[in-house]
């Protein structure tokens, strides 16, 4: 069974889907607009641009731009007069992937898909309602423009997991404070915690001094006699 039978009557997306995102749009803007079409093909591309606050000539440049891709097709009908946008092309461009063999790509670009893979597939099943497109471009400005490492997001994540906060603001606000205190790669959040926990041990066994030393320093005091010292 393809990934398109299995999801052609269901608006919710693979998780294999979203972690190829970046192989089968052209990019986030793509998607944005594919998206609304795959919950509705029957839509005007003016009711699209209302929607994500684009101009109809942008959306009409997007919808080219799938066209072009082989990600979506629009179908003129002559009897109605209506456009009807088939993204089961999508789809089918994931099937492709799968069971094709990988291309050969250099180590930049495939670090780059790989770290945008692991942030989806990491924040997924942890965002209450999965991962919204907007949320996935947030995800990509934070490696390209913030310049945060994938692994370093990952440990902001698990930090907001541990503390029953998972949310895009919240976790970032976790990335900056680090950043600022000079923490910027995973190492550095291991080391600081490991420090912390060092400190908080040492302060458990350094004991108050005990009433028996208070009592064996008032006996050698009197027996040297500085009680009677004026």
């Known amino acids: 069974m393809t990934f398109y039978d299995q999801y052609k009557k269901n608006i919710v997306l693979p998780e294999l889907f979203l972690a190829h995102l970046l192989d089968i749009f052209p990019n986030l803007a793509s998607f944005n607009v594919w998206l609304y079409f795959y919950g509705?093909?029957?839509?005007?591309?003016?009711?699209?641009a209302a929607y994500l606050q684009m101009t109809t000539a942008e959306v009409n440049q997007t919808i080219e731009i799938l066209a072009e891709s082989q990600t979506m097709t629009a179908d003129f009908d002559e009897i109605t007069g209506n456009v009807r946008f088939d993204t089961r092309l999508?789809?089918?461009?994931?099937?492709?992937?799968?069971?094709?063999p990988l291309p050969e790509v250099s180590a930049e670009n495939d670090d780059s898909?790989?770290?945008?893979?692991?942030?989806?597939?990491?924040?997924?099943?942890?965002m209450p309602g999965g991962l919204t497109p907007i949320n996935i471009e947030e995800l990509q400005k934070w490696l390209t423009e913030d310049k945060f490492e994938a692994d370093l997001i990952l440990q902001a994540l698990r930090e907001?997991?541990?503390?029953?906060?998972?949310?895009?603001?919240?976790i970032r606000a976790i990335l900056r404070n680090w950043r600022n205190d000079?923490?910027?790669?995973?190492?550095?959040?291991?080391?600081?915690?490991?420090?912390?926990?060092?400190?908080?041990?040492?302060?458990?066994?350094?004991?108050?001094?005990s009433e028996e030393f208070f009592s064996s320093a008032d006996a050698l005091r009197k027996a040297w006699g500085f009680d009677n010292a004026e």
């Open 90 to 100: 999508a789809f089918a461009k994931l099937d492709e992937l799968l069971a094709s």
């Open 40 to 48: 509705n093909e029957s839509l005007a591309p003016s009711q699209v």
């Open 182 to 209: 000079g923490i910027v790669t995973a190492r550095d959040v291991a080391d600081n915690r490991e420090e912390r926990e060092s400190y908080k041990t040492n302060q458990q066994t350094a004991a108050p001094l």
């Open 160 to 170: 907001a997991a541990l503390n029953r906060k998972v949310a895009l603001p919240y």
């Open 113 to 126: 898909v790989s770290d945008i893979s692991r942030l989806i597939a990491a924040f997924e099943p942890e």
